[in-house]
T-cell receptor, first 110, second 110 residues
Framework: DTGVSQDPRHKITKRGQNVTFRCDPISEHNRLYWYRQTLGQGPEFLTY????????KSRLLSDRFSAERPKGSFSTLEIQRTEQGDSAMYLC????????FGPGTRLTVT | AQRVTQPEKLLSVFKGAPVELKCNYSYSGSPELFWYVQYSRQRLQLLLR??SRESIKGFTADLNKGETSFHLKKPFAQEEDSAMYYCALSASGNTGKLIFGQGTTLQVKP
């Protein structure tokens, strides 16, 4: 079965706080991707993992962002010292026959 | 640079009318092109991919390398087609990351 869950679905935080999102594929998939989608735009690639190795990071991923996939299964995305510009939908995707997207975590930074 | 352009933010048609959602891409190699759709309150999902040359829900898309386009077409729009449509490109080299256009909202009026 192909599926991805993301937690939390919504997060409201104050500027300067740290936040962490989690992505859980239902079954094993080698590749896992993170994207960010701001209002009125298509998703933008952030980073991807092949098993536990982080193989590519976008220039969008500033030093305040870090992603991990410690056992090659679930993945976390942490944003430190959040800024209002970080407000967006953060999407996780896995690759099976297609790139299968999770429901996303909507982050609002106040 | 790799880029996907969807020139229309909104396309509004009446039920039964033909639909064409435009997509142009910029990429020097051999891209793989996709159309993704997002219905209201649902996750992003694959509609079709150019290499499979299939018709899904009555939609088709032909890759035109000369015009660098991958327009999505349907001869007779249905109300249930109302959604956000994203064109996406996966560059050769196979990291699998997707580059998305800005999206087009299709509104099918009764």
């Amino acid at each position: 079965d192909t599926g991805v869950s993301q937690d939390p679905r919504h997060k409201i935080t104050k500027r300067g706080q740290n936040v962490t999102f989690r992505c859980d594929p239902i079954s094993e998939h080698n590749r896992l991707y993170w994207y960010r989608q701001t209002l009125g735009q298509g998703p933008e690639f952030l980073t991807y993992f092949q098993n536990e190795a982080q193989l590519e990071k976008s220039r969008l991923l500033s030093d305040r962002f870090s992603a991990e996939r410690p056992k090659g299964s679930f993945s976390t995305l942490e944003i430190q010292r959040t800024e209002q510009g970080d407000s967006a939908m953060y999407l996780c995707a896995i690759v099976g026959y297609e790139q299968y997207f999770g429901p996303g975590t909507r982050l609002t930074v106040t | 640079a790799q880029r996907v352009t969807q020139p229309e933010k909104l396309l509004s048609v009446f039920k039964g009318a033909p639909v064409e959602l435009k997509c142009n891409y910029s990429y020097s190699g051999s891209p793989e092109l996709f159309w993704y759709v997002q219905y209201s309150r649902q996750r992003l999902q694959l509609l079709l991919r150019h290499i499979s040359r299939e018709s899904i829900k009555g939609f088709t898309a032909d890759l035109n390398k000369g015009e660098t386009s991958f327009h999505l077409k349907k001869p007779f729009a249905q109300e249930e087609d109302s959604a956000m449509y994203y064109c996406a490109l996966s560059a050769s080299g196979n990291t699998g990351k997707l580059i998305f256009g800005q999206g087009t909202t299709l509104q099918v009026k009764p």
